[in-house]
């Protein structure tokens, strides 16, 4: 998983200089208790199994292209099952952040009025909340760096395997986006580092007892600046 750490570690850099700084100087973040809640760490373990499944597969993929050059004789159930697992764990993630932007987000602030709390929503409304007349971040720059896109095909189920067996969906523009495995795996290690590097920030923010009791029981949840 060296390579997937490479990818945690660039998208957290890149969160901690040009995105988490702007949502704390512009006073963009509340207080929220229930960040963890009894189930959270639940179900980070259970991403974490299956994130070792992914690199199980991905392994056996790895050594089988490295020997015969060739996807042909590759097990087809085994490359399903791996885009199949890896855009399940990708979901989770996102679900997890849209949880973090529903609660922890100023939404009054940026104008989000919509009852229901919606990902790809509370990103362009983030997208074009301003401060002293002006765009506080790149509307487009904020919905592809948070995945607006992938999230939404994800979370309408609205995907498919094209005939190469890729993960294959269509952006709102129409335009069929299709990603092979080395692309599925940075994107969820996008969204992975993003939930982890956001926990942190924002419990040394509010709750730095409750961070360091995490650091110390589950290092695990901060593995991805390493």
Do not use: C
């Amino acid at each position: 998983m060296d390579k997937y750490r490479e990818l945690l570690k660039v998208t957290n850099e890149k969160f901690l200089k040009e995105i988490f700084p702007l949502l704390g100087k512009h006073n963009l973040l509340v207080h929220y208790d229930g960040m963890i809640d009894s189930s959270f760490t639940k179900i980070l373990d259970r991403l974490e199994l299956q994130k070792e499944s992914i690199n199980e597969k991905v392994l056996k993929l790895y050594n089988h292209m490295e020997q015969y050059k060739s996807l042909d004789t590759f097990d087809k159930g085994v490359l399903r099952d791996l885009v199949f697992l890896i855009a399940q764990t990708t979901l989770g993630y996102f679900e997890i952040f849209t949880k973090y932007l529903s609660y922890a987000i100023d939404l009054e602030k940026i104008k989000y009025s919509n009852r229901k709390h919606m990902y790809g929503s509370i990103i362009n409304q983030l997208g074009d909340f301003t401060s002293g007349g002006n765009l506080v971040f790149s509307k487009d720059g904020l919905r592809k760096f948070f995945n607006v896109e992938l999230r939404n095909a994800l979370g309408h189920d609205d995907w498919w395997l094209n005939n190469n067996a890729e993960f294959t969906f269509k952006e709102e523009d129409g335009v069929e986006i299709s990603l092979n495995i080395g692309e599925q795996m940075g994107d969820l290690a996008g969204i992975n580092a993003i939930v982890e590097s956001f926990l942190e920030q924002y419990l040394a923010k509010f709750n730095s007892l409750l961070l360091d009791k995490l650091k110390s029981e589950r290092p695990e949840l901060f593995d991805y600046k390493n």
